[in-house]
């Protein structure tokens, strides 16, 4: 075919044909510009609705943990309660174990005179007064105590025979002086 229109008219006929073009395109591109206003204008009454609904929930939860303060309290009052008691329970001295690792480590043939055991007496220097039948008894008492993880520092202070002892068959006393060592009394 020939074309015969003036080159005037064909240029007029390219731009009407751009012009539909480009009107099509702002068509297009309003209508993706309102689409967009519409999911923005839905996003913030759903995230509205979730707000809400979550400071409803946050009302009801403080509402609820208001009837649970006694509770706490009565919690937070054990838990103090149960610390003291544990802080007494570790202060505590076991007077038998100290009775009765003194009276596995006595030898035979000999007796204890005076004792006295209380918390400011462990860990401290006291003497002890026993009595003996025979001097190596009473050395073996020294001996024994020596050995004993349950004391240290075990000396001897005096050892006398006397006739006139205080135990009838025991006639040799004998002072140590020595630590009850507090680890073992706990």
């Known amino acids: 075919m020939i074309n015969l229109l003036p080159d005037d008219a064909k240029r007029e006929i390219h731009a009407?044909?751009?012009?539909?073009?480009?009107?099509?395109?702002?068509?297009?591109?309003?209508?993706?510009?309102?689409?967009?206003?519409?999911?923005?204008?839905?996003?913030?009454?759903?995230?509205?609705?979730?707000?809400?609904?979550?400071?409803?929930?946050?009302?009801?939860?403080?509402?609820?943990?208001?009837?649970?303060?006694?509770?706490k309290a009565q919690a937070q009052?054990?838990?103090?309660?149960?610390?003291?008691?544990?802080?007494?329970?570790?202060?505590?001295?076991?007077?038998?174990?100290?009775?009765?690792?003194?009276?596995?480590v006595m030898p035979a043939g000999v007796v204890l005179d005076t004792l006295s055991l209380s918390p400011t007496t462990l860990g401290v220097p006291i003497t002890i007064q026993a009595y003996a039948k025979t001097t190596s008894d009473?050395?073996?008492l020294q001996d024994s105590f020596k050995k004993s993880?349950?004391?240290?520092?075990?000396?001897?202070?005096?050892?006398?025979?006397?006739?006139q002892s205080k135990t009838d068959g025991y006639p040799i006393a004998i002072s140590l002086s020595l630590i009850i060592n507090k680890s073992v009394a706990l």
Request: include cysteine; charged fraction near 15%.
């Open 16 to 71: 009407a044909r751009t012009n539909v073009t480009l009107v099509k395109y702002i068509l297009v591109l309003g209508l993706g510009v309102v689409f967009l206003c519409f999911i923005s204008i839905a996003v913030y009454f759903v995230l509205m609705s979730t707000k809400a609904s979550a400071e409803a929930i946050v009302a009801e939860n403080t509402s609820k943990s208001t009837a649970y303060n006694s509770v």
């Open 77 to 104: 009052s054990l838990r103090s309660s149960l610390a003291s008691a544990k802080t007494i329970l570790d202060k505590e001295v076991a007077y038998t174990k100290v009775l009765t690792g003194i009276a596995q």
């Open 138 to 140: 009473a050395l073996a």
């Open 149 to 163: 993880p349950l004391f240290s520092s075990v000396t001897l202070v005096s050892l006398e025979s006397s006739t």
